[in-house]
T-cell receptor, first 109, second 114 residues
């Protein structure tokens, strides 16, 4: 089955609104990373997380290793936030990440 | 700042032909280099991680066969053969074992089947 399950698969937001993306893990993840892929295909690292939370501007992410999930909160969504968000889990001690299927976010004015 | 340089950016591959991809690391702080593929459904999948010059690995996945080689401390190569479905190959780098193990992606090489 799916080792990293992302939800929702697609999301539409109005500018200025807030939302949250979620990843559930069926593997023992030691760290989690979140990425944003823009329409041109470039992948940008948003967060690297050990269990706990991090915040960067309008983005906030949390990783709970005991409950096996991670969340990405987007506050005051902007047009440039549009793209596909991927979470990825690392089982431990390697550069091998297991990716979710992505959440396609569309922000409109 | 660009950490990885991939080429080519795009290639049309005649069915049955192999293609060679190249990735150059620009920052030695992230020496663990890997290849990931993204299929037409946008699913990202790890292929290889090669740390040392001389390391080689092969793998067959649905739709393509792969041979990866770490040529030098800064160069990683990937040969893609027997490709039947288009895909994008991404080179990545990271610093495994340190406090910061973020994964960084190159711009990718998009392969289409002719």
């Amino acid at each position: 089955g799916d080792k990293v399950k992302q939800s929702p698969s697609a999301l539409s937001l109005q500018e200025g609104t807030n939302s949250a993306l979620r990843c559930n893990f069926s593997i023992a993840a030691t760290t989690v990373q979140w990425f944003l892929q823009n329409p041109r295909g470039s992948l940008m690292n948003l967060f690297y997380l050990v269990p706990g939370t991090k915040e960067n501007g309008r983005l906030k992410s949390a990783f709970d290793s005991k409950e096996s999930y991670s969340t990405l909160h987007i506050r005051d969504a902007q047009l440039e936030d549009s793209g596909t968000y991927f979470c990825a889990a690392e089982p431990g001690g390697s550069a091998k990440l297991i990716f979710g299927e992505g959440t396609k976010l569309t922000v409109s004015s | 700042v660009t950490l990885l340089e991939q080429n080519p950016r795009w290639r049309l591959v005649p069915r049955g032909q192999a293609v060679n991809l190249r990735c150059i690391l620009k920052n030695s702080q992230y020496p663990w280099m890997s290849w990931y593929q993204q299929d037409l459904q946008k699913q990202l999948q790890w292929l290889f991680t090669l740390r040392s010059p001389g390391d080689k690995e092969v793998k067959s996945l649905p739709g393509a066969d792969y041979l990866a080689t770490r040529v030098t401390d800064t160069e990683l190569r990937l040969q893609v053969a027997n490709m039947s479905q288009g895909r994008t190959l991404y080179c990545t780098c990271s610093a495994v074992g340190g406090r910061d193990e973020r994964l960084f992606f190159g711009h990718g090489t998009k392969l289409s089947v002719l």
